[in-house]
């Protein structure tokens, strides 16, 4: 598997029905906020093989939160 800060990307963010994989199960871009507000790390962007780490930000007025995929972990 691949990772992002081995890629040297920057962070990007994903808005969508975005999947990743994560400790075994898979999470849908709603779930992860409600599930994992805090973020997640070493998730994979499903069926990319590249590993990264997950933020997640609720926004007011938007229906789903915003995905981000970043090199550093969330804090």
Do not use: F
């Amino acid at each position: 598997m691949v990772s992002a800060s081995g890629l040297g990307l920057p962070s990007s963010r994903y808005t969508g029905n975005l999947t990743v994989h994560h400790q075994g199960g898979e999470l849908a871009s709603g779930e992860i906020i409600e599930l994992a507000p805090e973020g997640l790390v070493d998730a994979e962007l499903y069926g990319t093989g590249l590993i990264t780490n997950i933020g997640v930000i609720g926004e007011k007025g938007h229906k789903e939160p915003w995905i981000i995929a970043m090199d550093e972990g969330p804090i």
